[in-house]
């Protein structure tokens, strides 16, 4: 275990805004992460940071790593285990390498195991939890439990761990046989072509309403390209919030405000982060 006292955090978020954390506390292997648990208090889990927006103020907590959970194990039968520190791109890169198939629809999506696995991340139609078997997870009272996903509650972007505040170890996954490597490359493709991929965002900020796209409303509702501060709703794809070089915290909550605020009465939807905000 490493523990790095009074860390900055700026480079943890994928939209480079954060200030100094008490400790950063990096794990490497799951008994460490229940020690961390014991030891220390006011703790948040961080995976890659693609979807934390962190406060750029003092930030009175303590942030545990899970960079260095990234072992892959294949199992009998196309089961795999991963630990929750593996990114989603280098579990298809093992998927493509042993021929297995699943969750290529979701390529492209920055994030780690732990995270997708913990919000129920997914695209075109494809949710983590489809290929989910079973997950370890440290449950309160500091105890590593394995639960099957028929056990688990779960929903679009909601799952039971989310409520319950458990901490992603590992997952073990049921996919098929045949990789699609045709589906992946094309998705890469259009996110890149779709996607403003060039400044520092954390992607998708909003959920998608029930049988409506969160970026057709905020686009119809005239903001797509509106500045507050240093920060920016994107031409290209209006649920990006973009850090143009010094954008504040305060700016991407403004930001929030003004799309939610402006969508709300136009259309009258209530929009939902999908981001998670350390204040």
């Given at each position: 275990?490493?523990?790095?006292?009074?860390?900055?955090?700026?480079?943890?978020?994928?939209?480079k805004i954060g200030g100094k954390a008490k400790r950063l506390i990096i794990v490497e292997n799951k008994e460490e992460m229940k020690e961390a648990y014991e030891k220390y208090d006011s703790l948040l889990l961080l995976g890659n940071g693609t979807n934390?927006?962190?406060?750029?103020?003092?930030?009175?907590?303590?942030?545990v790593s899970t960079e260095k959970l990234n072992r892959i194990e294949k199992l009998e039968k196309n089961r795999v285990y991963v630990e929750a520190g593996v990114d989603l791109d280098t579990l298809l890169a093992f998927m493509e390498k042993e021929n297995l198939s699943g969750i290529e629809k979701m390529a492209g999506i920055p994030g780690s195991i732990g995270g997708l696995t913990y919000m129920n991340g997914g695209a075109f139609g494809t949710e983590i939890f489809d290929f989910i078997d079973e997950i370890e997870v440290l449950t309160e009272g500091n105890i590593i439990q394995s639960i099957k996903k028929k056990d688990l509650?779960?929903?679009?972007?909601?799952?039971?761990?989310?409520?319950?505040?458990?901490?992603?170890?590992?997952?073990?996954?049921?996919?098929q046989t045949g990789f699609d490597k045709s589906?992946?490359?094309?998705?890469?493709?259009?996110?890149?072509?779709?996607?403003?991929?060039?400044?520092?965002?954390?992607?998708?900020?909003?959920?998608?309403?029930?049988?409506?796209?969160?970026?057709?409303?905020?686009?119809?509702a005239g903001l797509k390209g509106r500045k507050v501060g240093g920060a920016q709703i994107a031409e290209k794809h209006p649920n990006f919030v973009l850090n143009l070089?010094?954008?504040?915290?305060?700016?991407?909550?403004?930001?929030?405000?003004?799309?939610?605020?402006?969508?709300?009465?136009?259309?009258?939807v209530q929009l939902e982060e999908e981001i998670i905000i350390i204040r």
């Open positions: 275990m490493k523990v790095l006292e009074q860390q900055i955090m700026k480079e943890y978020s994928n939209m934390l927006l962190l406060n750029d103020g003092y930030l009175d907590y303590n942030f509650y779960v929903r679009y972007r909601k799952t039971e761990i989310q409520e319950k505040k458990w901490i992603v170890l590992s997952v073990i996954f049921q996919f589906t992946v490359e094309e998705i890469k493709k259009s996110r890149e072509e779709k996607h403003p991929l060039d400044k520092p965002s954390l992607g998708s900020t909003f959920k998608n309403p029930e049988g409506d796209f969160a970026a057709r409303l905020i686009s119809e070089g010094e954008a504040t915290f305060q700016d991407i909550l403004d930001t929030l405000d003004l799309v939610k605020k402006t969508v709300k009465e136009k259309f009258g």
